[in-house]
């Protein structure tokens, strides 16, 4: 098991030490993210602002108008949800020369139900939905520390605003380390004939587990790891449509709004087929001890149990 | 070198009727918060920022951050006279398919923020001066941010952050006019101490009230409060701001929304509002028509001048007159460029020189050197080309360029061509030489020879009447033209200076409602004098113009 906040801080340094123009701001969170480390890399290129996420946003745009690229940290129920307008008005809406948007890296931890304790308050479900439809930002959510690094760099290397959302949790590697990420492309973990799980963040190696289940039962189950929400990869997800027949999606976040939304929009524009979405229920968390987490998400669905439930159902709704 | 004065003033001017055409093209707009921070603008635009219009991306350039982004009209109307685009453009302000947007925007070179949501300007200024201080750039940033925004709690994380990291190369300016959108800003949000009394205008004439500076000074900023109209206040404030190192510096700037014109001024249905195009003539002739009040300091005591330069600056003289006698060219002797030397640090308002002596070309330098800040030579010791010398020196130190002439002497030809670039001309109604003469009647005629001419070549500066004015005269004089009045022993020979000056100031008043109703009159007759008159709702004024218009039979 890997840590995400750990990948998120040692890229961070990485990507400082290659670029002097990369800055790094913080509210109070600091330790939490390990951002604090790039302060100690780089005393002068790191501001922690306080709890004041307003201000941690806009400071960022305005640290990028004037050619910086802007790092911005905390957990995701603040940012975007305390700093809407900002990201908005200041971030997204300022375009120079052409450009679209600021250069302003929105990177929050603790996203979804798998906070646990800490509770309904602070478990953020709607940040997914909140950031898609920003124009302008691009909409990351990774699944593994292998992701997380390699999403940094490509962030750090290419203009524009982005948000990517990391989990609290200790995660377990996806990925290779020779795995190539492109924006705008969902990754095909596992190939499948006769139904797609397309997920993403902490829910893909569920997706993994519920296709080796199928396995068992003789079902050919495709795995996406459609990490990239914003921009979303409209062929791997019609392709998927052709060859399968049918789509489960998965994600601890809002079915409302969420990655679930964003490849149901795409498949009915391009060929339409049946789609369940897996998420929270249009309803709030609560508070699960580290332990309990799958017993909260068990509540809202979120397990390889139920996809694999889910993949079995949909199958018969097939056209 | 000098404030630069005239020069401001006639770019803002510029600038506050480009924002009237703007607006009132586009049937909406913020003017009066546009007009509460012109001289700001003015100031900053013609004084201090350094930029370069041809190349708004210059990366030394200074920045400066409309956070009150409402007041957009403003800006834009600076950027048109500062020559970023053609005047002309500020008619698309609001359209579709404008660069120049209802709230600043990137689309527009040369504007630095997208602003439109209040309270995030500050934020984003301290980003900038940061991203500066990384790369040790020296150039400044500059924020205005209104009254109305403070409201906003996102300005005060900005204020702490800018505190926390030493942001010394940011200086705010608050733009203090105390009206927001719903009403006034101590019936809104109070700032100040909370107003007790139904009397708003306490808001802005009661100082003791004011604790907006306490609340940035508890936050760890330089404070500078300032009458934010007040073009060498504004001046001085940004110097010592610039100079403040190791803290940020707020400018406090008491304003008026709506600032020279009697309707929209403290008037909160000015916020968002455009005025009809049928009143922009009207509005126009108010704009031309602000004017100056130069107490001369020779008609007090001459063995203690310093004291009649306080008596100047506690009266709210918009100049110091500075009569300077050599004993030649007028039988008196009063002092020279050393004792201005000596007045100069007593006070930051503009030094209106005006040289009696013989050669000026000479000493003219002396002059400059000593802190003069507008620069009146006599015709009659002048040539073409001395003038043109005095001329040029004065331009190039940033001293206004002042010409007069006495009761028997006509515009002499030979000026006509530096008509257009003159800041002041005097016309002496009486003979220089003493003070407490009686104003020459003969002069309103003469003003009536000159204004052709003055037309004719394009003369753009302020007629400085000077010679026995009074309470009597000073209305039909303003009525002639002129825009500056010095004073001797109406003003400086007074017991209190201050009631002196807002006397004056009255008197002018009416005369300029006057010639403001005969122009609704002229151009609408009664319906648009109605009207004129309806749209002033703030104090007295409504009542006085009912009777100036009962008084010249319109009504």
Known sequence: ?319 | MGLNYYQIKKNILRARKLVIKGTSAAGSGHPGGSFSMAEILGCLFNNHLKFDPKNPQWEDRDRLVLSKGHAAPGLFSNMAVAGYFPESEIETLRKFGSRLQGHPDLKCPGVEFCGGSLGTGLSYSVGIALAARIDSKDHHVYTIIGDGELDEGQVWEAAMTASKYKVDNLTAFLDRNFIQQDSYTEKIMPLDKILESDDVSEMWKDASRWKTGDKWRSFGWNVIEIDGHKIEQIDAAITKAKMTKGIPTIIISRTIKGQSLEHMEHNPQWHGQAPNSDIVPIINLELDSQFMISPSIIAGDMTNLENEVKRCVSGKADYVHLDVMDGQFVPTKTFDHSKIKELRPLTAIPFDVHLMINEPVKYVKDYIDAGSDIITVHSEVVDESSFGEIHDLLKQSQVSVGFSINPETELPEWSYKFLQSLDQLIVMSVVPGKSGQKYIEETHEKMKRINPILKEHDFSGYIEADGGINLENIGSVFADGARAFVGGGAIVGQQDVKSAIKAFRNEVLKSRRRGLLDKANELGGIDLVNRWIGLHVIEEKQDELKKITREAGYL
């Open chain 1, 1 to 319: 098991m890997t840590d995400m906040r750990s990948a998120y801080s040692e890229s961070l340094i990485q990507v400082g030490k290659d670029n002097p123009k990369v800055v790094v701001l913080g509210a109070d969170t600091t330790d939490s993210l390990k951002t604090s480390k790039f302060g100690k890399e780089f005393p002068n290129r790191f501001f922690n602002v306080g709890i004041a996420e307003a201000n941690l946003v806009t400071m960022s745009a305005g640290l990028a108008v004037s050619g910086k690229i802007s790092f911005a940290s905390t957990y995701a129920i603040f940012l975007p949800g305390r700093a809407v307008d900002q990201i908005r008005n200041n971030v997204a809406y300022p375009s120079p020369f052409g450009k679209k948007g600021l250069n302003v890296k929105l990177v929050t931890s603790h996203g979804g139900l798998s906070v646990g304790p800490d509770g309904g308050s602070h478990q953020a479900i709607e940040d997914i939905a909140i950031m898609r439809v920003i124009p302008n930002f691009r909409v990351l959510v990774p699944a593994d520390t292998i992701a997380v690094s390699k999403l940094i760099q490509l962030m750090a290397g290419e203009y524009g605003p982005f948000y990517m959302r990391i989990a609290r949790s200790k995660t377990p590697l996806i990925h290779s380390e020779s795995q190539e990420f492109q924006i705008g492309k969902g990754i095909t973990l596992r190939d499948g004939s006769d139904c797609t799980i397309a997920a993403c963040g902490i829910t893909v190696r569920m997706a993994l587990e519920a296709a080796e289940s199928l396995q068992q039962e003789g079902i050919s189950c495709r795995v996406l790891d459609m990490f990239s929400i914003k921009p979303i990869d409209h062929k791997i997800l019609e392709k998927a449509a052709r060859e399968t027949g049918c789509i489960v999606t998965t994600e601890e976040h809002n079915i409302v709004g969420g990655m679930g939304s964003a490849v149901a929009e795409s498949v009915s524009e391009s060929y339409s087929v049946p789609i369940k979405r897996i998420g929270v229920q249009d309803m709030f968390g609560e508070s699960a001890r580290d332990k309990e987490v799958p017993l909260l998400l068990e509540k809202h669905g979120i397990t390889s149990f139920n996809m694999v439930k889910q993949v079995k159902e949909i199958r018969s709704k097939k056209l």
